[in-house]
Nanobody, 125 residues
Framework: VQLQASGGGLVQAGGSLRLSCAAS????????MGWFRQAPGKEREFVAV????????DYANSVKGRFTISRDNARNPAYLQMNSLKPEDTAVYYC???????????????????WGQGTQVTVSS
């Protein structure tokens, strides 16, 4: 069972990137899917989450209005469209799957059972 994030890279401030999360080994169609990020020297933090149905989303205040999470269960379980990027968005971005019926805090990384290899996003000023 594996998740793999891709789409990162180097971009200037104000630019855009689209991250994808590919799955193998199982289906994640009934999992909530989240994106987290970790900057050097900092703890991993919540970025965005989308419910298994795609009908509900939630964002960290720092990215609200700039990032959009989506999913297409027929292709990839999660995408993250990042617009108006800022240098402070620089981090390794991870996608993660939260099993059905897990806990109560959808922003908590501890409720996500499956994690992908991260993808580096670097935003230059």
């Amino acid at each position: 069972v594996q998740l793999q994030a891709s789409g990162g890279g180097l971009v200037q401030a104000g630019g855009s990137l689209r991250l994808s999360c590919a799955a193998s080994g199982r289906t994640f169609s009934n999992y909530d899917m989240g994106w987290f990020r970790q900057a050097p020297g900092k703890e991993r933090e919540f970025v965005a989450v989308i419910s298994w149905s795609g009908g509900s989303t939630d964002y960290a205040n720092s990215v609200k209005g700039r990032f959009t999470i989506s999913r297409d269960n027929a292709r990839n379980p999660a995408y993250l469209q990042m617009n108006s990027l800022k240098p402070e968005d620089t981090a390794v971005y991870y996608c993660a799957g939260r099993p059905p019926g897990t806990g109560w805090d959808i922003r908590s990384m501890h409720e996500y059972a499956y994690w992908g290899q991260g993808t580096q996003v670097t935003v230059s000023s």
